[in-house]
């Protein structure tokens, strides 16, 4: 067993919704380390069960510069004090890494770093002044962390060519056995589908860049369909307008964030899964969403995008279908190809995808870049 038994897990986010944390905590949880998330009240404080600790900062400031600070300063004080010599330091992307770095030598313990996105190339912060500041912290910060993962290989690559230094990937999939972590009863209500009709589905932030927009502006050519549209962001309210411009407000149902026991429930239930983000630079367009491995392990079809990662997957595994251009009419066409297969057209093929892409395997990569990280 390791020598360290204690994590500080750090989060800017209210851990609620963030499967990819509570993945690697109930791993390492289970494994004998001794697990404290600390996140924020960002977005609320929706209860949680969990077995291991947790604590949310409660923030004053929601808004990102501010939050940020506040959250990085309140993060430090805290795992200064929280930490001794059989502590072990998990930041995840860049926005927490500061402080976690900053102990790590202060207190001389490990850090391990987990960058889920390339937090510098979002396009929520393209060419404005705080990508500098992102930039600088990442040129200074990313060469020194010896114990380093992200989600994909083409962020893998990006880090090593940038920065030379290249994280192992451990992809953001599903456990294998999904179904002991469903809710047995589901607690959401669904929009009335009495005349059968088929499920298109979105899950994941509304943020730019999403392709939301564009499933909106698709929906009003395809006949017989709902599209579900389940998590939140900034860009919300402006695609609930976008809905009733385009009269489809009676086909596009905004769910809001769901807790991923139930979010298990409903994913089957679709006919068919949205992937569409677009180009909004390197973040994006290296991206490997969680969501992907979502719809696989719930054996429903994909739409994606051409994204290189996306793209991969699902014609690899030969599981869906991609879009060449973001037009309402490439989508729709798609979209109603996809309908017209099937869901059990594409099942053999999701039953094998899901076997190849879970948690489980991916635990065994995670185990031992922190057993590396106890020696």
Same mark, same amino acid.
């Given at each position: 067993?390791?020598?360290?038994?204690?994590?500080?897990?750090?989060?800017?986010?209210?851990?609620?919704?963030?499967?990819?944390?509570?993945?690697?905590?109930?791993?390492?949880?289970?494994?004998?380390?001794?697990?404290?998330?600390?996140?924020?009240?960002?977005?609320?404080?929706?209860?949680?069960?969990?077995?291991?600790?947790?604590?949310?900062?409660?923030?004053?400031?929601? *808004? @990102?510069?501010?939050?940020?600070?506040?959250? /990085?300063?309140?993060?430090?004080?805290? #795992? %200064?004090? +929280?930490?001794?010599? $059989?502590?072990?330091?998990?930041?995840?992307?860049?926005?927490?890494?500061?402080?976690?770095?900053?102990?790590?030598?202060?207190?001389?313990?490990?850090?391990?770093?987990?960058?889920?996105?390339?937090?510098?190339?979002?396009?929520?912060?393209?060419?404005?002044?705080?990508?500098?500041?992102?930039?600088?912290?990442?040129?200074?910060?990313?060469?020194?962390?010896?114990?380093?993962?992200?989600?994909?290989?083409?962020?893998?690559?990006?880090?090593?060519?940038?920065?030379?230094?290249?994280?192992?990937?451990?992809?953001?999939?599903?456990?294998?056995?999904?179904?002991?972590?469903?809710? *047995? @009863?589901?607690?959401?209500?669904?929009?009335? /589908?009495?005349?059968?009709?088929?499920? #298109? %589905?979105? +899950?994941?932030?509304? $943020?730019?860049?999403?392709?939301?927009?564009?499933?909106?502006?698709?929906?009003?050519?395809?006949?017989?369909?709902?599209?579900?549209?389940?998590?939140?962001?900034?860009?919300?309210?402006?695609?609930?307008?976008?809905?009733?411009?385009?009269?489809?407000?009676?086909?596009?149902?905004?769910?809001?964030?769901?807790?991923?026991?139930?979010?298990?429930?409903?994913?089957?239930?679709?006919?068919?899964?949205?992937?569409?983000?677009?180009?909004?630079?390197?973040?994006?367009?290296?991206?490997?969403?969680?969501?992907?491995?979502?719809?696989?392990?719930?054996?429903?079809?994909?739409?994606?995008?051409?994204?290189?990662?996306?793209?991969?997957?699902?014609?690899?595994?030969?599981?869906?279908?991609?879009?060449?251009?973001?037009?309402?009419?490439?989508?729709?066409?798609?979209?109603?190809?996809?309908?017209?297969?099937?869901?059990?057209?594409?099942?053999?093929?999701?039953?094998?995808?899901?076997?190849?892409?879970?948690?489980?395997?991916?635990?065994?990569?995670?185990?031992?870049?922190?057993?590396?990280?106890?020696?």
């Amino acid at each position: 067993m390791a020598q360290h038994k204690k994590v500080l897990v750090s989060v800017i986010n209210n851990i609620s919704t963030d499967q990819r944390v509570e993945k690697v905590c109930n791993s390492l949880f289970k494994n004998g380390y001794e697990i404290l998330i600390i996140g924020t009240n960002y977005n609320g404080m929706p209860p949680l069960n969990r077995p291991y600790f947790t604590q949310r900062f409660k923030l004053i400031f929601q *808004k @990102k510069f501010l939050l940020f600070a506040e959250f /990085n300063c309140k993060l430090f004080v805290k #795992l %200064l004090f +929280q930490s001794d010599k $059989n502590t072990l330091l998990l930041a995840n992307d860049l926005d927490t890494l500061l402080p976690n770095y900053l102990v790590s030598k202060i207190k001389k313990i490990p850090l391990v770093f987990d960058s889920h996105e390339i937090y510098s190339e979002l396009p929520s912060i393209q060419g404005r002044f705080a990508q500098k500041v992102w930039r600088k912290l990442e040129k200074y910060l990313i060469p020194r962390v010896k114990h380093f993962y992200t989600v994909s290989e083409g962020y893998a690559d990006f880090f090593e060519k940038k920065y030379g230094n290249r994280p192992l990937v451990i992809k953001n999939v599903p456990l294998l056995n999904i179904a002991s972590c469903k809710e *047995k @009863k589901r607690t959401i209500d669904l929009p009335e /589908n009495t005349q059968n009709k088929k499920i #298109l %589905l979105y +899950q994941g932030a509304i $943020n730019s860049c999403r392709g939301i927009d564009k499933m909106i502006e698709a929906i009003n050519f395809i006949e017989n369909a709902q599209l579900w549209i389940i998590g939140n962001g900034p860009l919300k309210k402006d695609y609930e307008k976008l809905c009733i411009k385009l009269q489809v407000e009676n086909k596009v149902y905004f769910f809001g964030e769901i807790p991923p026991k139930q979010l298990r429930q409903i994913t089957p239930m679709a006919d068919l899964g949205l992937s569409l983000e677009e180009d909004g630079g390197l973040s994006y367009r290296y991206a490997l969403p969680n969501k992907l491995f979502d719809y696989i392990h719930a054996k429903i079809p994909i739409l994606g995008t051409y994204l290189p990662e996306i793209k991969n997957i699902i014609n690899e595994n030969q599981i869906g279908e991609v879009i060449s251009d973001h037009s309402a009419f490439e989508i729709s066409e798609k979209i109603k190809f996809l309908i017209s297969k099937g869901k059990k057209y594409y099942l053999t093929n999701l039953e094998k995808t899901s076997v190849k892409y879970n948690w489980e395997a991916q635990e065994i990569i995670l185990l031992n870049i922190f057993h590396q990280a106890s020696k």
